[in-house]
């Protein structure tokens, strides 16, 4: 799909707390332009709760995860440019639904075939520390995901996801972040989490769970898992056909196996 139009979307930072702002518009690239540069000629860190990309010159732009997916999700892979300011994308509603909606309603689309899928040609695999985290992409014909978390407090939960902008709008879109109220004290003195609130995250404690209008879905925690994972392989720059298998992974382990993705592109 392409874009016709342009989309500004305004907010604050879910870990800076600043204002934000992100302007999406169409372009002639033939990837996603992230502030003037491919996608794909950036460095990739998602060590600090979210995945943040790295320009030459150092610049850095936090918790770029579920704009990248709601554009993936609905089937843009390339032909727009993405310009951030405030240094972050502004949190939104702790997931993709909002940008989704002002793609569907505000914005005319057309059908795009000018990119292939990229098949994955051989498994690829990258492992946690203690190897009982991981995330694998394998051959497959279409765009899958299984992904399985466990917390405390949410236990177990695992989902099984095939990729259409339909799935993706109805069944992954409105998963929010969430976090341990247990952890808020840690991150916010160390710059993260400073913009989080129950308008745009869930908070897990052993009292229960707080989230605003109640959880969207009994499973809302692997959703959002998965809906992260997806906008981390959206740094590949290319739409995939592939079965990701994830294993109580996060943004680190994503964004490591899409720097295999982007190796096996380039072979």
């Not at 930072?13 to 000629?41: A, F, Q, W, Y």
């Not at 949410?154 to 998963?175: C, H, K, M, W």
């Not at 976090?179 to 991150?187: G, H, P, T, W």
């Not at 906008?231 to 196996?257: P, T």
Request: charged share 25%; with cysteine; aromatic share 8%.
């Amino acid at each position: 799909m392409r874009l016709n139009g342009k989309i500004i979307l305004k907010g604050i930072g879910l870990h800076s707390g600043r204002e934000c702002e992100v302007k999406i518009e169409p372009c002639d690239s033939d990837m996603i332009m992230l502030n003037d540069t491919p996608i794909t000629n950036l460095n990739l860190n998602g060590t600090n709760r979210g995945s943040d990309y790295i320009f030459p010159d150092g610049e850095r732009i936090r918790t770029c995860e579920h704009i990248l997916s709601g554009l993936y999700g609905v089937g843009i892979y390339s032909g727009v440019r993405v310009s951030v300011t405030g240094g972050e994308m502004p949190a939104l509603d702790g997931c993709a639904k909002t940008l989704c909606d002002e793609i569907m309603k505000h914005m005319a689309m057309k059908d795009d075939d000018s990119q292939d899928a990229f098949r994955i040609t051989e498994p690829l695999i990258v492992y946690g520390e203690d190897k009982t985290r991981f995330v694998a992409a394998f051959p497959c014909d279409e765009f899958r995901i299984t992904y399985t978390v466990e917390y405390k407090y949410i236990g177990a939960q695992v989902f099984d996801f095939t990729l259409t902008p339909e799935n993706y709008y109805r069944e992954i879109s409105s998963a929010r972040t969430f976090a341990m109220l247990s952890d808020i004290e840690y991150l916010r003195s160390h710059g993260m989490a400073l913009g989080g609130s129950l308008d745009n995250a869930i908070a897990v404690s052993e009292n229960g769970i707080q989230a605003s209008g109640g959880l969207h879905w009994p499973d809302e925690f692997v959703r959002h898992k998965v809906l992260d994972l997806i906008g981390d392989i959206a740094s590949a720059g290319r739409k995939l056909n592939a079965h990701i298998i994830a294993m109580k992974a996060g943004h680190e382990l994503h964004l490591r196996l899409s720097e295999k993705i982007r190796a096996q592109m380039k072979k």
